[in-house]
């Protein structure tokens, strides 16, 4: 088994460490992980994406050009990253701020407005969550034991306290995400 | 040459001995250079201190190129300007040894400025000897930072015009100004005199580093009789008249008690 | 005991790897992409941890030359840049050299030339492997292609570095740098005490305590006598060429095609050679891991047994291909592919020139 992703969307949005938890929660179970960031001036509050691969295999190029899975955070990420998604693949995405929805038809769409959840839950930092618990639903391909345990790895010791928080998000993104039907 | 009693060579009428901190290589330098002696007092200081077995000493790039030919300790040889940066590394890493560097002014005050400028400002616990002739002595005879406005040299033929070619630098006073450097003072050895306030300062300065107090600087102005294309008489003349002016000497810091 | 794992990037891991390598001493100056080395380093104290001094230098020149200083002293030093910030510390390469001081220094490099861009290129090979500064030496060049190696090469770095005498450069890039992979962290090795300095390092300035003084320095002034100091460092070089060679294949076995690539390209060759093995080619992949010394004698037999022909793949305009057309020396296509100035090649893309230029000539 080998699933490519790429998470994209704003510098801030938590794009990047919903990576790492990704990451080590593919190390909890044994398998190969890269995370590869786009990095440089372009993350100082602009776009930010990163690729993440888990595997049962060696990771051969840990850059890639096309994806199994992508979550889109904005509307530039989604002009960006919309056409990468492999045929059969899956785009997930926050409506909140997209202005052109998905147009493929070849592959699979879920929708998770988890900005409007988070903020709902009065949790805007754990946005990153609740996105995270979406795709989970969607690829349940690691553990929920073994994202808690990532999610732990990769919080330092003094954030250890917000870990209950960040499982709430988790589970709320579980249950929100849904298949995005054109009419 | 009249015989030498043998029998007159005993230690209670010894008056004066070469310090074995000294090697028996013949000196490099140009005859009335004052080198020679800024070398010696830098060694007897040290084994006056017994800091021999303890100390690494820094040599430029410059007339003083060679100084680890002569200076009995261990040594390292640094590229053009680096020397604080090395005396910064070395001390770093084993901050109870003594650590000196010894350059001159084109070394200190032209290349090398920003590593003489951080390495006082992080207040290195280490010792800069400064040897300021006014001039390129080693490339023979060009312009430094130090030139006296209206000198000549090689690359200013018809003297040093402040206008075209800057200023010369007082860097003894500018890194007095950091709060880094503990103990500033500017020297000379043209005269016995002299010679023996440059001791007194480097052997403080020394002492000061041991008690690690930041970063002790001593300058020596001294003469560059060849570059000045000038006598050895002359040249000590001519720099108690125009060097000593411009760069006055005296101690510019001192620690607070 | 368990294995300690951890999800690290290329820039956090090889500081980890300096700490737990025992080395003495980091002098650095901030450069993208490869800041994360000094930063982790500061956040770890590795001053309470093993007594280990990092310092934040006014330039990259003044890095280096502390680290000539505290090299000179028997210590081991290191420093990280990216590639403007590496041609600043030349200098003090070449004195190091030149003084036989053993350091590790990690490029990470980026596009080239002048300020460039900060995304990854390999395009300072040519500085790396053929000396860099002025006078004839060599770094040993060691290039990672995974997290785990940037961890894994340092202490080999600092190992080769000391028993030559001689600079070691640790050739990453941004991507490197910059990815996170997982990575299996070894127990902390004790830093070196005085003793064990004076015992190991005779030649390194103690302080002469019981012995004649040492002398650190590259001064020779005698031709002579200096040709004499070039014949001793060549020999090194000669022995290190014999001895030193590393390199990884990939599917080679039964190749009759041949990619050569380090570091980041050689990640995305394997992807080709996948795909060209999906396809029925029989292609295979030579990653040099030291490139200098360069497997060249490798890359000789295996054209002179079974390879048809050859693409060297570098982020680069073509440096590492000059080595590559050596060892082939003629005897059957072998061409340069790169993208450069930050690009980087698809897999797809590498296959295809492979199929074109070389297979289809």
């Known amino acids: ?183 | 040459m009249a015989e030498v009693k043998e029998d007159i060579k005993k230690p209670e009428n010894l008056v004066y001995k070469k310090t074995d901190l000294m090697t028996d290589k013949t000196l490099s330098y140009c005859p009335g250079c004052g080198h020679g002696v800024i070398h010696r007092m830098t060694m007897e200081v040290l084994e006056e201190m017994g800091l021999e077995e303890e100390t690494i000493g820094i040599a430029p790039v410059g007339c003083s190129v060679l100084a680890y030919e002569f200076m009995n300790v261990d040594m390292q040889q640094a590229a053009h300007g680096r020397a604080p940066a090395l005396a910064t590394g070395i001390k770093r890493v084993f901050p109870e040894k003594t650590v000196f560097t010894y350059q001159g002014d084109g070394d200190l005050a032209a290349i090398g400025t920003a590593e003489t400028i951080h390495a006082c400002n992080r207040g290195e616990n280490i010792t800069i000897i400064f040897v300021n002739n006014g001039i390129y002595g080693m490339t023979g005879g060009q312009m430094a930072p130090t030139t006296l406005e209206g000198m000549k040299s090689s690359t200013t033929p018809y003297g040093r015009d402040t206008k075209k070619m800057g200023h010369p630098l007082k860097m003894t006073e500018l890194v007095a100004t950091l709060p880094g450097t503990c103990y500033v003072t500017r020297q000379a050895v043209h005269k016995p005199g002299a010679v023996r306030k440059t001791k007194k300062a480097i052997k403080k300065a020394l002492e000061y580093q041991k008690a690690e107090k930041g970063t002790s600087f001593v300058e020596v102005v001294s003469n560059c009789s060849s570059g000045w294309k000038m006598t050895p008489v002359q040249a000590n003349k001519w720099m108690e008249e125009n060097m000593f002016p411009f760069y006055p000497l005296g101690d510019i810091k001192k620690p607070e008690k | 005991m368990e294995k300690e794992l951890r999800l690290m990037k290329g820039n956090e891991a090889i500081a980890e790897a300096a700490i737990r390598a025992g080395v003495d001493a980091y002098y650095g100056y901030p450069i993208t992409p490869q800041s994360e080395v000094m930063e982790y380093l500061t956040e770890q104290q590795p001053e309470d941890r093993t007594g280990m001094v990092v310092l934040q230098a006014e330039s990259e020149v003044a890095s280096i030359n502390m680290i000539y200083g505290a090299a000179g002293a028997g210590k081991r030093a290191m420093t990280s840049s990216s590639s403007p910030g590496i041609s600043l510390m030349q200098e003090g390469l070449s004195y190091m050299a030149g003084a036989e001081l053993p350091c590790v220094l990690l490029n990470v490099v980026r596009g080239g030339p002048g300020l460039g861009t900060i995304q990854p290129s390999q395009a300072d090979y040519f500085q790396s492997t053929k000396g860099g500064g002025h006078g004839d030496y060599h770094l040993i060049t060691l290039a990672p292609s995974s997290v785990q190696e940037m961890y894994d090469f340092l202490k080999i770095s600092f190992e080769l570095a000391e028993k030559y005498r001689n600079p070691a450069m640790i050739l990453s890039d941004g991507a490197i740098g910059q990815m996170m992979e997982k990575v299996i962290l070894d127990e902390q090795v004790p830093r070196r005490t005085e003793e064990e300095i004076i015992k190991d390092f005779p030649w390194a300035s103690t302080g002469k305590k019981n012995r004649e003084r040492n002398i650190i320095t590259s001064l020779e002034l005698d031709p002579a006598k200096q040709e004499q100091v070039n014949l001793n460092i060549q020999k090194k070089y000669r022995e290190i060429e014999e001895k030193e060679v590393r390199f990884e294949k990939v599917q080679c076995d039964d190749a009759e095609y041949l990619l050569v690539a380090y570091g980041t390209s050689a990640r995305l060759c394997q992807e080709t050679v996948k795909l060209a093995r999906d396809k029925g080619i029989k292609l295979g992949l030579l990653r040099p891991i030291t490139l200098y010394p360069f497997p060249m004698k490798e890359i000789a037999s295996m054209v002179e047994k079974q390879v048809k022909g050859v693409v060297s793949v570098e982020m680069s305009a073509g440096q590492m291909i000059e080595d590559v057309k050596l060892a082939v020396n003629g005897k059957v296509p072998a061409e340069h592919y790169g993208r450069f100035g930050g690009m980087i090649p698809s897999p797809e893309d590498i296959l295809e020139f492979m199929e074109k230029q070389i297979m289809g000539g």
């Not at chain 1, 794009?15 to 960031?37: F, N």
């Open chain 1, 1 to 183: 088994m080998t699933e490519e992703i790429i998470i994209a969307g704003f510098g801030g949005q938590g794009v990047l460490s919903m990576g790492k938890i990704l990451a080590y929660s593919g190390i909890m179970q044994d398998q190969e992980v890269s995370w590869m960031p786009s990095y440089g001036p372009e993350m100082r509050g602009g776009t930010a994406n990163v690729t993440v691969i888990l595997s049962d295999e060696r990771i051969s190029s840990p850059i890639l050009s096309t994806f199994d899975t992508a979550i889109i955070l904005n509307q530039q990420s989604m002009d960006k990253f919309e056409e990468a998604v492999k045929p059969g693949g899956t785009l997930i995405y926050d409506p909140n701020g997209i202005t052109r929805h998905p147009e493929r038809e070849d592959i699979e769409v879920y929708q998770i407005a988890a900005a409007e959840e988070a903020s709902n839950m009065g949790m805007n930092k754990v946005f990153n969550m609740v996105v995270l618990g979406g795709y989970l639903k969607v690829k349940p391909l690691v553990k929920m034991d073994n994202v808690i345990k990532g999610l732990k790895k990769s919080l330092p010791e003094r954030y250890h306290h917000l870990l209950p928080v960040n499982e709430k998000a988790i589970k709320r993104g579980l249950e929100i995400i849904q298949e995005y039907k054109k009419n």
